[in-house]
């Protein structure tokens, strides 16, 4: 069964603060998300990458970034959180090879606040 | 006008009814669909494909229209443990990074 784990459930942070969500993979999947999740909203696509050291914009990169060294771990950064990125974040893998019709499997979630 | 458009509910129903949700997409070169199920404060984790001919799992049963550009998720004999968010997904354009998520339906099932 394909994990996707998540290293924070709950995270209230400040304003201003630099924030890091992690998020690790255990099927050697080619591709990670980041996703925010907000009432009416629905999932949006922060981020996505398809291999170690590649990265895309989403549909809402704007105040975040992403790191991925390894393949397994997936971060996202708020390099200066504000209280509109208080959120539902989801991270999310999948295999590239079947990448029309694979889910994607996703992790937890962490609920971060910004005060 | 949004890429994926399912009516938010909520749907409160009683045990043993059969509901029906549906899901509408812009796009007409949409690939594939997907029904997920989230329940509250959990992660999104799928229910089903949804295939051209029409799929069956169990209880549950999802159909897509094309020409209509709609897909569909029918529940019979709700159980309790129903109760969840139904989240549509359709794949826009094929790869992997152009899942569209419907903000999901809301089911409650009452006993």
């Known amino acids: 069964d394909v994990k996707v784990t998540q290293s924070s459930r709950y995270l209230v942070k400040r304003t201003g603060e630099k924030v890091f969500l992690e998020c690790v993979q255990d099927?050697?999947?080619?591709?990670m998300f980041w996703y925010r999740q907000d009432p009416g909203l629905g999932l949006r696509l922060i981020y996505f990458?398809?291999?170690?050291?590649?990265?895309e914009k989403g549909d809402i990169p704007e105040g975040y970034s992403v790191s991925r060294e390894k393949k397994e771990r997936f971060s996202l950064i708020l390099e200066s959180a504000s209280t509109n990125q208080t959120s539902m974040y989801l991270c999310?893998?999948?295999?590239?090879?079947?990448?029309?019709?694979?889910?994607?499997?996703f992790g937890d979630g962490t609920r971060l606040s910004i005060l | 006008r949004k890429e994926v458009e399912q009516d938010p509910g909520p749907f409160n129903v009683p045990e043993g009814a059969t509901v029906a949700f549906n899901c509408t997409y812009s796009?007409?070169?949409?690939?594939?669909f997907f029904w997920y199920r989230q329940d509250c404060r959990k992660e999104p984790k799928l229910l089903m494909s949804?295939?051209?001919s029409g799929n069956e799992d169990g209880r549950f049963t999802a159909q897509l229209n094309r020409a209509s550009q709609y897909i569909s998720l029918l529940i019979r004999d709700s159980k309790l443990s129903d109760s969840a968010t139904y989240l549509c997904?359709?794949?826009?354009?094929?790869?992997?990074?152009?899942?569209?998520f419907g903000t999901g339906t809301r089911l409650t099932v009452i006993p």
């Open positions: 949804v295939y051209s």
């Open positions: 999310a893998s999948s295999s590239p090879s079947e990448a029309s019709n694979q889910p994607q499997h």
């Open positions: 990458s398809y291999d170690v050291k590649m990265k």
């Open positions: 997904v359709v794949n826009i354009r094929g790869g992997a990074n152009n899942l569209f």
């Open positions: 099927m050697d999947h080619e591709n």
């Open positions: 796009n007409s070169a949409s690939q594939s």
